[in-house]
């Protein structure tokens, strides 16, 4: 399921495939994936872009924010979410990069907005091509790559 970002209308069928990979990646963990942590996947995917905190207990009110917080940590720490910092009030999370597909975002200073965005396949050949040649030259050893772009959105 790497590639595009899964659509905001998530079909049955990724739902299920999603669900699969992302136990399977916590069982290697020797963490379960409970109902309260489906749930929190289940919003992010729908979502199609990253939430705050308050946007996804606000996306089931039933959710209790200590528990989501809890399992938001959990699922960070096993690598099925991203905790993006925007310097705002809130954290922003969303599916990682493998189960979403490698993008970049645009970070808003004033409000802490987030937008994904998707280079063009020959730009982010270009990115890679130049951050593997630094790399190289200092010794580092890359395992990905992320581009946020911080300013300030249309609306601020």
Do not use: W
């Not at 963490?31 to 990253?50: C, D, F, M, S």
């Amino acid at each position: 399921m790497t590639g595009q970002p899964l659509p905001g209308a998530i079909d049955r069928n990724s739902l299920i495939e999603l669900h699969s990979q992302i136990s399977n990646r916590l069982a290697q963990q020797d963490h379960r994936y409970t109902k309260g942590r489906k749930q929190l996947v289940e919003i992010l995917a729908r979502a199609g872009q990253p939430m705050t905190l308050p946007d996804i207990v606000g996306a089931d009110p039933k959710m209790a924010r200590s528990s989501a917080y809890r399992n938001l940590d959990i699922l960070v720490r096993c690598g099925v979410i991203r905790r993006i910092n925007s310097g705002g009030d809130y954290s922003h999370f969303e599916l990682a990069e493998p189960l979403l597909g490698h993008h970049h975002h645009l970070i808003c200073v004033s409000c802490g907005n987030i937008e994904d965005i998707h280079l063009d396949s020959d730009i982010e050949h270009l990115v890679d091509k130049s951050l593997s040649e630094i790399a190289d030259r200092t010794g580092f050893t890359p395992i990905q790559h992320s581009l946020d772009l911080h300013g300030h959105c249309a609306r601020c």
